[in-house]
Nanobody, 127 residues
């Protein structure tokens, strides 16, 4: 499995930006597809974005399209989530997740697809 540690959360005003980072350790990082999930107050955890092993394929949930960007830096074993034009409804604990992927170009969307999870980082957007 991959060990994951998120950082970069915080308090920001609506319209602002944050960049979340997910540092991965373990020999399987380069073989892993990655995802970002979030769980808002009183809500179920939902998929935010996902990226394939080679970074060439990405997925975004409709509510963040055009505002969030997922990327990965293999040399740094890190996945990022750049969040722009933040809204109060983006307030949530954000989780990074990983899973081994036999395919270079496939991303995974479902929570059940992943078997390694970080501890989460809080993002709060004030109005």
């Amino acid at each position: 499995q991959v060990q994951l540690v998120e950082s970069g959360g915080g308090l920001v005003q609506a319209g602002g930006s944050l960049r979340l980072s997910c540092a991965a350790s373990g020999r399987t990082y380069s073989n892993s597809a990655m995802g970002w999930f979030r769980q808002g107050p009183g809500k179920e955890r939902e998929t935010v974005a996902a990226i394939s092993r080679n970074g060439g394929s990405t997925y975004y949930t409709d509510s963040v399209k055009g505002r969030f960007t997922i990327s990965r830096d293999t040399a740094k074993n890190t996945v990022y989530l750049q969040m722009n034009s933040l809204k109060p409804e983006d307030t949530a604990v954000y989780y990074c997740a990983a899973r081994i992927s036999p395919s270079l170009g496939r991303y995974y969307v479902k929570e059940s697809d992943y078997d390694s999870w970080g501890q989460g980082t809080q993002v709060t957007v004030s109005s």
